[in-house]
């Protein structure tokens, strides 16, 4: 049955047309990065990284688990550095730097 545009089957919403659900099959995700960089340098070094992940891990987790970098880098400089005046320690900029890196990787 048909009730502002939405389809109901079974008592159950359905959120879109059935026309939508198959548009929406079609997709596929295509991020496009035309600069030089990316292009002769970080695609082989993104895909030698990306073969180090198991096929069933889903990228969301990857971006979840290399977001603890940052965290711990924020969690390190609040300990070291708590009111942002402080030298931290040398090897602290070094493990940021790293962690940063592993983040945008």
Known sequence: AEYMGTTH???RQMYFQE???KNLAKYKYSG???SLLSYYALNAFWR???S???IWLAPNLITLTGLCFPLISFGLTVYFCPTATEAAPSWF???FAIGLFIYQT
Do not use: I
């Open 19 to 21: 026309a939508e659900l």
């Open 32 to 34: 496009v990065d035309k």
């Open 9 to 11: 089957h079974c008592n």
């Open 52 to 54: 180090f992940a198991p």
């Open 93 to 95: 900029y070094f493990v």
């Open 48 to 50: 030698w990284a990306a």
